[in-house]
Structures are given as structure tokens and as C-alpha cells.
């Protein structure tokens, strides 16, 4: 089952059609975000302080401005909590460099539970993968960077990018793995043992 959320930077388009299956949430001024693009939400959550306004419907949930979560997070916990595990975040990277932040951060949570995500912004994605590996299409171009979520992570092999590497071991206090590249090849980028944050050009 998927799980597609919108966040609060716009977007030019989709990557793939949403399905009728697929559970559609839009967070905050992340409805702005999906009626652009003639998408529909399942569910509104919020506190709407940045969509400036609060939407009228059966299925909104207004939130607290106080709150622990962002938006954005409630609605992954919430999606989370009724089952599904297949995470697509639109609109959440770039802008707000904290709220980019706690977006990696919830990437990170996602993967520790054993679920999968990628988060896109108008020109970048971002994944987090734990003991675990992420393949890439031989179609991509442009810039892929690796970081190690984990104070060590272990047994990191990177193949069919510009710099490769096999059963390394990277840090959280060293960016060995910024700026690497795609070079035509499919790519595959795993860790035995740790937490990886890949990010990615690929502009929607």
C-alpha cells in the first residue's frame, strides 16, 4: 500500500499517476501543493498556519500549533499507524532548511521501522535506508551523495557510480561520500550494518 503526501513547496508535477488505491494526505499548505496538480487528499491535517486557512470538510484534522510533530510528520505517523509502509513526500525539500532537516530525520524513523520513502523537492530526492540497499536506474544524471546517519556504519558498498567502494565503513563526522555521480550505469548503494541518508538530482 502507498502512502503520498503533500508538503508546503510547490511542485511542477507528479512522477508517476496516483492510483486509486494510493492514501493521499495533504499537510497544511501541502492542499495548496496537491490542487495544483489536480490531486484530490484522502485526509487534511494541520494547524494551517501556513496554508492560512482552515479547510472546512469531514476530512480535515486541525492540529495544535503547539505540537511535537510537524505536519508532515503527523500525517506519516498517522499513515504509518493504519498500515501502510510505502512513503512518496512531495514538496518537503529545499525551503526551510530546519524543516528539511526534520524531514531527514523522519526519513531515518521510517527506515528504522522498516518501511520505505523517498522525499522530492523541485530538483532533489532523498532517501534513508538501514541495513539495507537502494538500486538506482542506469537513466539518472547528475549528482548522488551518501552520509551516514549512523555514528558508523559498516559494510557500505557503492557500485556503478563515478567513486565506488566495498564493505567500507563511513561516520557521521566525515562527508566522505558528497559529490559522487552517475555515469550511465545502473547503481546500487548498501550498508550491512548502519543508516545511510542518499540524496540524489532529479528534477520532477
Given at each position: ?21 494510493d492514501f493521499v494526505i495533504a499537510a497544511d499548505k501541502g ?174
Open positions: 500500500m502507498r502512502c503520498l503526501i503533500f508538503g508546503a513547496l510547490p511542485i511542477d508535477k507528479l512522477p508517476f499517476a496516483v492510483k486509486n488505491d492542499l495548496a501543493t496537491a490542487k495544483a496538480l489536480g490531486v484530490q487528499p484522502d485526509l487534511i491535517v494541520g494547524d494551517f498556519d501556513s496554508l492560512g486557512y482552515a479547510p472546512r470538510s469531514e476530512n480535515v484534522i486541525r492540529l495544535n500549533v503547539r505540537k511535537d510533530d510537524t505536519d508532515v510528520g503527523y500525517a506519516i505517523n498517522l499513515a504509518f499507524a493504519r498500515g501502510y509502509r510505502d512513503f512518496h513526500i512531495f514538496g518537503a525539500v529545499g525551503g526551510k532548511l530546519d524543516h528539511t532537516i526534520a524531514n531527514i530525520q523522519l526519513a531515518a524513523d521510517l527506515a528504522a521501522k522498516g518501511a520505505s520513502c523517498v522525499f522530492y523537492g523541485a530538483s532533489e530526492r532523498f532517501t534513508v535506508v538501514e541495513n539495507s540497499s537502494l538500486a538506482l536506474s542506469a537513466k539518472k544524471e547528475g549528482r548522488v551523495s551518501v552520509f551516514s546517519l549512523a555514528p558508523r556504519s559498516e559494510g557500505v558498498s557503492i557500485r556503478g557510480l563515478s567513486y565506488g567502494c566495498d564493505d567500507a565503513a563511513i561516520t557521521d563526522h566525515f562527508p566522505i561520500g558528497v559529490s559522487n555521480a552517475f555515469i550511465g550505469n545502473e547503481a546500487e548503494i548498501s550498508v550491512k550494518d548502519g543508516r545511510l541518508l542518499i540524496v540524489w538530482e532529479e528534477a520532477l
